[in-house]
């Protein structure tokens, strides 16, 4: 299973960018789908997570500006980054819990650098 995350970049404040993390290979299902973060010197942490009854969690930082979504039949999450803010600058990783055959296991994609720019 691999894991294949775009859609970084750099951006002025308050503007936007979208993710994408796309699932490829054999299994049976994703359980959920989700982007963790890092900033220098700082400790990864959970952005946003979507499970597959498309319920959605999101750390108390990007509320109401991050939204994320899934498209089961395409495999893929997207992560929608709205006012962007220059805290918002990091690498950001996709991350899924996928069931294959009868366990399930805890799959990264590469990172993608967002640099927001004040």
């Known amino acids: 299973v691999q894991l294949q995350a775009s859609g970084g970049g750099l951006v002025q404040a308050g503007g936007y960018l979208r993710l994408s993390c796309a699932a490829s290979?054999?299994?049976?299902?994703?359980?959920?789908m989700g982007w963790y973060r890092q900033a220098p010197g700082k400790q990864r942490e959970l952005v946003a997570l979507?499970?597959?009854?498309?319920?959605?969690n999101y750390v108390d930082s990007v509320k109401g500006r991050f939204t994320i979504s899934r498209d089961n039949a395409k495999n893929t999450a997207y992560l929608q980054m709205n006012s962007l803010k220059p805290e918002d600058t990091a690498v950001y990783y996709c991350?899924?819990?996928?069931?294959?055959?009868?366990?399930?296991?805890?799959?990264w994609g590469q990172g993608t650098l967002v640099t927001v720019s004040s």
């Open positions: 991350n899924a819990h996928i069931l294959r055959f009868q366990t399930v296991n805890d799959y």
């Open positions: 290979g054999t299994y049976n299902s994703i359980i959920s």
């Open positions: 979507i499970n597959s009854n498309d319920i959605t």
